[in-house]
């Protein structure tokens, strides 16, 4: 979702066998949230699913190693592209490889991979904010500083794809730079318990913390609601109603839901899910949450809403007409179509809009050229 943003800047990949050749399923799922342009995202989503498989270390099984090597190569690759060379973005990624027994989550910069456990939030990365003490260790040390919770005053996450003004020590591994692409590495045994992972960037965990996503998610798989609309349905509630284009719930959203089924069919896991709520296994959300956000009024817009019906001339309808049916003349008249004449006279009240010379009907058909040259007098 674009949310407020004059652009989309965030990216996401989803693999359901990253190895179809090979003798077990790998799953790959990502969310790249961009800042300072969107190249570095969409380079991501395009190609580091791609670069992990070619590790030697993903053909050896050694799957976190392959995940750190292949989260290095990406940016390698991403430096060395000439499209590139000039370019200020860069990206979070958050990446869960899945197989049938365990997941993998790489995390590098300020989204979050989440695993809901019977209604338990059970975090699967850390945020990477220039004030934990780690990160600003390691900036400092490669000669940076962080001035109010950013990197050199700038940047708001202290480990990323791209940002590579941050990169430019000659000196110093990629994991000791100001700012580093190298993830952390979490390893999870996957148990009957585990229902779902998250993945989200921070225009999702800055309205909603791990556990109400969690409950928010369970709720809607009781409701027999697809993925699919959850995810939207999460992302509506998060969008401010108002924006200046800046603040809470005016960022770019990117989420996933990944259903780990355990072997059962999709609707057997539906079922398992409904069947441990209904036996008080866990917390869930509250029934209202299901409901999509544009049913749910507040007393101001409801109040807003009686105030446009109440109005005979609703702009509303007049804008929709104009926009319809209306053509702006190189007077700035606003011409229509006579057999719509009526229904903009009712809407404005009558004649006045045209005794004023702001509107006037004209046959479409019309090429009579007295007509043409008055208008090119006037």
């Not at 990365?125 to 780690?134: A, C």
């Not at 962080?146 to 005053?153: A, M, P, W």
Request: charged letters at 30%; proline letters at 4%.
């Amino acid at each position: 979702m674009q949310g407020w943003r004059v652009s989309m800047e965030d990216a996401h990949a989803a693999v359901l066998d990253l190895a179809p050749s090979g003798p077990e399923k790998v799953s790959f799922f990502a969310v790249y949230d961009g800042h300072g342009g969107r190249r570095a995202a969409i380079f991501s989503g395009e190609n580091l699913h791609n670069i992990v498989a070619l590790q030697d270390a993903f053909k050896a099984k050694n799957y976190p190693v392959a995940l750190k090597d292949g989260f290095l190569s990406t940016d390698r690759s991403l430096l060395a592209d000439r499209e590139f060379e000039q370019d200020p973005s860069g990206c979070t990624a958050t990446t869960a490889l899945v197989t049938d027994t365990k997941i993998f989550v790489a995390n590098s910069g300020d989204s979050r991979t989440v695993l809901g456990v019977k209604g338990i939030a059970k975090p699967l990365s850390f945020d990477h904010k220039p004030q934990n003490e780690g990160e600003k260790a390691r900036i400092c040390a490669a000669g940076g500083f962080v001035e109010d919770g950013r990197v050199n005053g700038n940047l708001a996450l202290s480990r990323a794809i791209g940002d590579f003004e941050f990169k430019r020590s000659p000196t110093l591994p990629p994991e000791e730079q100001v700012v580093t692409v190298c993830p952390d590495i979490m390893e999870h045994d996957i148990t009957p318990d585990d229902e779902f992972l998250v993945l989200a960037c921070d225009g999702i965990w800055d309205c909603l913390d791990s556990q109400a996503v969690v409950e928010f998610v369970r709720r809607g798989i009781v409701e027999g609601q697809e993925l699919s609309f959850i995810c939207e349905n999460i992302m509506d509630h998060c969008l401010a109603p108002e924006s200046d284009m800046s603040g809470i719930g005016c960022d770019n959203m990117t989420m996933m839901i990944v259903a780990l089924l355990n072997g059962k069919t999709k609707e057997e896991w539906y079922q398992t899910i409904k069947d441990r709520v209904a036996n008080g296994e866990g917390p869930v959300g509250a029934p209202e949450l299901a409901a999509p956000k544009e049913s749910l009024q507040s007393p101001r817009e409801e109040s807003r809403h009686e105030d446009t019906q109440k109005q005979d001339g609703s702009a509303l309808a007049i804008m929709r007409l104009l926009e319809e049916s209306g053509v702006m003349d190189e007077n700035g008249r606003v011409v229509i179509k006579p057999e719509l004449a009526s229904t903009l006279f009712k809407l404005t009240g009558g004649a006045a809009a045209a005794e004023s010379g702001a509107i006037e009907a004209v046959d479409a058909n019309d090429d009579n050229d007295d007509d043409d040259k008055s208008n090119e007098k006037k």
